[in-house]
Structure formats: structure tokens, C-alpha cells
């Protein structure tokens, strides 16, 4: 069986490398346009935050909830959501790890006024 020279496997080496670069191009180009993929717990924002935060009740935490969920999500969504405490804990940690900007106290402040304003049924 004769082996491929040097040259012969280079250049199958580069031309797989640059299909795949084109391929890798092409398909960040495509999610740019779609942008980033949703969680189940999320959903494209269809109105300014302000114009939906009707839909959570006064509280301490409220402000901070809207401001932090609303870079990502829409309003909506939180009160739409009936959860544990340890449930709500969960996702806002998950949501953390997933970028939203928000520090230990603020993160603690939102578990607190989900689990309160929206307990599981």
C-alpha cells in the first residue's frame, strides 16, 4: 500500500481546515442573525420591561428583578412561573451562570421576592 508523501497529507490537512473554518463562518454568521439560543425559561422580549413590570407585585426585590431579568428575558416570563423556593433559587443561579449581571446580594434579593410574590401553587 503506498503511503501519502508529506505534501499529499498537508494539503488534505488544509483543505479540511478551511472547509471547516467556512462552515464554522457561515453558521456564526446564521446565529448572529437569529441571535443566541433561548432557554425554556426564556422567551424574545416583546415590550420594554417598564411597560410589562405591572405584572410584579410591589416588594423589596422588585426593582432589582426587573432590572437584572429584564437584560435577558422579558418580565413576563417571571410572572408567569410559580416555584419553590429552592426551585426559584435553582434558576437564578442557573440564570447567573448564564450571564445575567447581578452580584451574590442582588442574586439572593430575587430568589427572595420570587419565591414570596410567585410561591409554587
Known sequence: MKMPSLLQTGVLIATAGLIVSSCA???????????????????????PPEATASLLPEGVGRDTTIRVCSGCHAVELVAEKHLTRQE??????????????????????????????????
Open 25 to 47: 463562518a457561515s453558521q456564526a454568521s446564521e446565529r448572529a442573525d437569529m441571535g443566541p439560543p433561548l432557554h425554556p425559561f426564556e422567551s424574545e422580549q416583546t415590550q
Open 88 to 121: 426559584w433559587f435553582d434558576l437564578v443561579q442557573f440564570m447567573g451562570d448564564r450571564g445575567a449581571t447581578g452580584t451574590a446580594a442582588e442574586m439572593a434579593e430575587i430568589t427572595d421576592y420570587l419565591a414570596r410574590s410567585f410561591p409554587k401553587k
